[in-house]
Structure formats: structure tokens, C-alpha cells
């Protein structure tokens, strides 16, 4: 069983810090990882994927892929009130599969 | 954008009945997939479809059936509702396996 933990939270910062949320999996072949948004009662929307080693930015977002260390993180600056919300992490469920493996989230706050 | 559309937002129906999820999207994706959602258990999958007629089952599959007549159209039936399945219901599509999943709004569904 394809596995990707992820420290439930909840996640304090104040507005305007950094936010590090991070995620661990498993699967060694996993070789693609989502990032989604949740806010209460909405549906997960997508905000960052990689696929590379190293670093991605997107705005305030980055997620940042360590494959040797089987980790993958986003960093979220400058943190708003609005940034509250469950962050989610997926990967792959296995080599050539469809599904995704979603970890339970992390809910983070972003104090005022 | 891809839009994922879910029949309902929230749908309130009783023990013993026949209950119809339906889920649309517009990008011609060959991959869809229904989930639950519960506090404190994440997404579960509950079956998911890579084509049309085709299908399989997720972690949960117990009490639900689905169809796919056509390739935009995934449907999710509890055969006879039951009061633990009351939960928010989660449709996803996608195309590719490294590709992201797209989520509808969702549809929190209550059994009394």
C-alpha cells in the first residue's frame, strides 16, 4: 500500500511569515506530486504539481521535491488570513496508475 | 479551465432509498473517480473508471455501485442509503498519469 504522511496540524504562523508544510511518501517510483487547497466545506482545488527534483514557484507558492529523501514540500510566503485552509498532498498510487494517494492533510492557520 | 460538475451540493434522502450521484466534465478525460470524504479519515476512494463502461473498485466499494455510459458522465449509486454513508461526496476526472486530478464542488449528502 502506497503510503504519503503528512503532519495533521493544525499549523500556526502570523500573517506575513513563511508556511512549511511538508509531505513523505513512500513509493520511490513516484515520479508526480500535487499540492491542493481545501477550505472548510469547499472541494480540493489544485494550486502547485512537480515532477523534478528542486524547486517550483508559483507566485507566493513553492514546492520544493527531494526524491533521495522521499519528500516534498510547499512553502507559502507572505501568509494571508485567506491562506487558511487543509493543504493536501497526492502522489501516484503505484507505477502506471491513475489513482492518486492523498495524505489527510494539514490544516493550517494564519493568524491575524 | 476543466470543470468538474456535481448534480447536487447537498442532498438530504432517507434509510432503505435509491440514491443517484451524477458527475459531468467538459475536457474529454478518460479517468474518473469518486471519493468520500470524513473528518479525521481523508479522501477514500470508492471506485474509480479509465473508460467508458469500464470500471474499478477503490478502497470502499461496499454499498455503492456506479456506471459510465458515456465518457464525460460518472455516476455514483448507494444501492440502499444507509445512515454511515452520510458524508461529502468528492467526483474527480483526469487525463494523463502524471496528470492532476479536478475535483467538483462536491455533495454533502445526508441520510436520515
Known amino acids: 500500500q502506497k503510503e504519503v504522511e503528512q503532519n495533521s496540524g493544525p499549523l500556526s504562523v502570523p500573517e506575513g511569515a513563511i508556511a512549511s508544510l511538508n509531505c513523505t511518501y513512500s513509493?520511490?517510483?513516484?515520479?508526480?506530486f500535487f499540492w491542493y487547497r481545501q477550505y472548510s466545506g469547499k472541494s480540493p482545488e489544485l494550486i502547485m504539481f512537480?515532477?523534478?527534483?528542486g524547486d517550483k514557484e508559483d507566485g507566493r507558492f513553492t514546492a520544493q521535491l527531494n526524491k533521495a529523501s522521499q519528500y516534498v514540500s510547499l512553502l507559502i510566503r507572505d501568509s494571508q488570513p485567506s491562506d487558511s485552509a487543509t493543504y493536501l498532498c497526492?502522489?501516484?498510487?503505484?507505477?502506471?496508475?491513475?489513482?492518486?494517494?492523498f495524505g489527510k492533510g494539514t490544516k493550517l492557520s494564519v493568524i491575524p | 479551465d476543466v470543470k468538474v460538475t456535481q448534480s447536487s451540493r447537498y442532498l438530504v434522502k432517507r434509510t432503505g432509498e435509491k440514491v443517484f450521484l451524477e458527475c459531468v466534465q467538459d475536457?474529454?478525460?478518460?479517468?474518473m473517480f469518486w471519493y468520500r470524504q470524513d473528518p479525521g479519515l481523508g479522501l477514500r476512494l470508492i471506485y474509480f473508471?479509465?473508460?467508458?463502461?469500464?470500471?474499478e473498485k477503490g478502497d470502499i466499494p461496499e454499498g455503492y455501485s456506479v456506471s459510465r455510459e458515456k465518457k464525460e458522465r460518472f455516476s455514483l449509486i448507494l444501492e440502499s442509503a444507509s445512515t454511515n454513508q452520510t458524508s461529502m461526496y468528492l467526483c474527480?476526472?483526469?487525463?494523463?498519469?502524471?496528470?492532476?486530478?479536478?475535483f467538483g464542488d462536491g455533495t454533502r449528502l445526508s441520510i436520515l
Open positions: 474527480a476526472s483526469k487525463q494523463g498519469y502524471n496528470q492532476p486530478q479536478h
Open positions: 513509493d520511490r517510483g513516484s515520479q508526480s
Open positions: 512537480i515532477y523534478s527534483n
Open positions: 497526492a502522489a501516484p498510487s503505484g507505477a502506471g496508475s491513475y489513482q492518486l494517494t
Open positions: 475536457m474529454d478525460h478518460e479517468n
Open positions: 473508471s479509465y473508460d467508458v463502461k469500464m470500471k
